[in-house]
């Protein structure tokens, strides 16, 4: 499975940015998706999850009200609206996949916010 992201850049504090990861190659249609993200110095952390079907969508709790995961099952992709952005959500956000008790990751985006 390949995870291809977009989206990142550099943003001011309190700006918007949309990121998308779209899957090919073995997608399995009964998974799990999401982004988790690391800074510098840091370890990577998850940041929001979103199940094929059915369950809960889940969040970090830094970015609970601000940010809001979606995705669309047909286009095999994952979304992250981020919104009101802080200076400590900069990082390298990475696309999610797990499946069939195997874990996938995309290349990496980066994300800076800074005036």
């Known amino acids: 499975v390949q995870l291809a992201e977009s989206g990142g850049g550099l943003v001011q504090p309190g700006g918007s940015l949309r990121l998308s990861c779209a899957a090919s190659?073995?997608?399995?249609?009964?998974?799990?998706m999401g982004w988790y993200r690391q800074a510098p110095g840091k370890e990577r952390e998850y940041v929001a999850i979103?199940?094929?079907?059915?369950?809960?969508?889940n969040y970090t709790d830094s970015v609970k009200g601000r940010f809001a995961v979606s995705r669309d099952n047909v286009k095999k992709s994952v979304y992250l609206q981020m919104n009101n952005l802080r200076p400590e959500d900069t990082a390298v956000y990475y696309c999610?996949?797990?499946?069939?008790?195997?874990?996938?990751w995309g290349q990496g985006t980066q994300v800076t916010v800074s005036s």
């Open positions: 999610y996949l797990r499946q069939l008790r195997e874990d996938y």
């Open positions: 190659g073995g997608y399995f249609p009964i998974n799990v």
């Open positions: 979103v199940p094929a079907y059915g369950g809960n969508t």
